[in-house]
């Protein structure tokens, strides 16, 4: 940039684009500095090598913000972990199968181990077929990325979202009719409501026998 572009010569690009010529770099820095803006070479390998002039500082402050803008629209992909065990009942089964389709929503791959202790490592089998159900309950939900394989004494598969699955949206309850809501304690309040304290009296003195 400016008086570190050592070449003979250069060809020079204006800051709209437009071509100006084969000029010596001090001839292109002076147009720079006529012009309040940088020489910057774009182009090193280019015969000559092809500078341009701009803004540098802006054109750097620019850049930045875009790679900022792109950092915060980017989704971070991290790899959860789900644990079984070749004893975990069906519930449990069900509810880790749940958590692991959360997983997925939020784009993450999962990793679903089943860790074997003692004569557990006799029956591989038992933790083949928790993952294979796992799978194969997830089916069109997911990507299979690696094929359930012994590493010790864990089995674990990798799996990711399938291309095109979209997670069932949340459905919200409609709000009670405020029509209803009110009616119902004004028809509560008539039915429970006591005999006024006069009609007791009269109708008590009504059964009693003259002379008594």
């Known amino acids: 940039m400016n008086e570190r572009i050592r070449a003979r010569e250069v060809r020079l690009i204006d800051e709209n684009g437009e071509m100006v010529g084969v000029l010596a770099p001090t001839r292109a820095l002076e147009i720079a500095r006529e012009r309040d803006l940088d020489l910057v070479e774009i182009s090193p390998n280019a015969i000559p090598p092809v500078c341009k002039l701009m803004d540098y500082g802006r054109f750097k402050y620019e850049q930045a913000k875009k790679e900022n803008e792109a950092r915060k629209n980017q989704k971070t992909i991290t790899l959860k972990e789900i644990r079984l065990s070749p004893r975990t009942d069906e519930h449990d089964v069900d509810v880790?199968?749940?958590?692991?389709?959360?997983?997925?929503?939020?784009?993450?791959?999962?990793?679903?181990?089943?860790?074997?202790?003692?004569?557990?490592?006799?029956?591989?089998?038992?933790?083949?077929?928790?993952?294979?159900?796992?799978?194969?309950?997830?089916?069109?939900?997911?990507?299979?990325?690696?094929?359930?394989?012994?590493?010790?004494?864990?089995?674990?598969?990798?799996?990711?979202?399938?291309?095109?699955?979209?997670?069932?949206?949340?459905?919200?309850?409609?709000?009670?009719?405020?029509?209803?809501?009110?009616?119902?304690?004004?028809?509560?309040?008539?039915?429970?409501?006591?005999?006024?304290?006069?009609?007791?009296?009269?109708n008590v003195e009504a059964t009693v026998p003259p002379g008594e």
């Open 96 to 202: 880790k199968t749940r958590k692991i389709q959360e997983f997925l929503a939020e784009g993450d791959r999962v990793r679903v181990s089943v860790k074997f202790r003692g004569a557990e490592m006799r029956h591989p089998d038992i933790g083949r077929k928790l993952l294979d159900g796992i799978a194969e309950d997830l089916k069109g939900t997911v990507v299979i990325e690696r094929s359930p394989i012994m590493e010790g004494k864990m089995m674990s598969m990798i799996i990711s979202r399938a291309p095109g699955w979209e997670p069932p949206k949340k459905q919200v309850p409609a709000p009670a009719s405020k029509k209803h809501h009110h009616a119902t304690p004004e028809t509560t309040s008539e039915t429970a409501a006591p005999p006024p304290p006069a009609l007791v009296q009269e």
